[in-house]
């Protein structure tokens, strides 16, 4: 079974300039989440989808991160525009379950360097 | 307000010990409790999962407990590797059963030959 799939890898931008993450999550995981991961700190969870609908958005920072999951399936994630303090590795993770309890599959991440 | 504490210092111990690591939490209730594991450059990976009704979840040499009167999980590596080492990080659940889970900044162990 293929792993939940992120891209790119690594991006470096300017402050100020636009960023967009795409994830394609595990085929028939109704739940997808990104997560922030700061170096040294936990995954912070910014916004969980279930199927094409949002759960949970209550720690994404709206004025510049948007997030979209069209069709229950891929997901994208924007930045518009980048501060320095989003500097971070972006982390999509899907769930099999639509609810309950599950383990996550979290793909290799997106690390961004904002200077 | 909600705290997940880990042990913010790297555990170091020898091969052949049993690593335990600790997750304290404060102010939540959670229905269930996961353990990941974290290599440099990749994403978590998922270990065990224990829920509240449950004291204690084995797989292979690894070992959870979850003390919901302490607020508090224990996670144990018997006859530990080098390959043991790694970021480990525990995810309570606040959502009552839609799996959003809030992670520790994890505790990093490393085990030496």
């Known amino acids: 079974e293929a792993g939940v799939a992120q891209s790119p890898r690594y991006k470096i931008i300017e402050k100020r300039q636009s960023v967009a993450f795409w994830c394609n999550p595990i085929?028939?995981?109704?739940?997808l989440y990104w997560y922030q991961q700061i170096l040294g700190q936990g995954p912070k969870l910014l916004i969980q989808?279930?199927?094409?609908?949002?759960?949970?958005d209550s720690q994404l920072p709206k004025d510049r991160f948007s997030a979209e999951r069209l069709k229950g399936v891929d997901s994208t994630l924007k930045i518009q525009p980048a501060k320095l303090e989003d500097s971070a590795v972006y982390l999509c993770?899907?769930?099999?379950?639509?609810?309950?309890?599950?383990?996550?599959?979290f793909g290799e991440g997106s690390r961004l360097t904002v200077l | 307000s909600q705290k997940i504490e880990q042990n913010s210092e790297a555990l170091n111990i020898q091969e052949g010990k049993t690593a335990t690591l600790t997750c304290n939490y404060t102010n939540y209730s959670p229905a269930y409790l996961q353990w990941y594991r974290q290599d440099p450059g990749r994403g978590p990976v998922f270990l065990l999962l224990i829920r509240e009704n449950e004291k204690e979840k084995r797989k292979e040499r690894l070992k959870v407990t979850f003390d919901t009167t302490l607020k508090q999980s224990l996670f144990h590596i018997t006859a530990s590797q080098p390959a043991d080492s790694a970021t480990y990080l525990c995810a309570l659940d606040l959502s009552g059963g839609y799996n959003k889970l809030i992670f520790g900044a994890g505790t990093r162990l490393a085990v030496h030959p």
């Open positions: 989808f279930q199927n094409n609908g949002v759960v949970d």
């Open positions: 085929s028939g995981h109704a739940t």
């Open positions: 993770a899907s769930s099999k379950r639509q609810g309950g309890t599950g383990e996550l599959f």
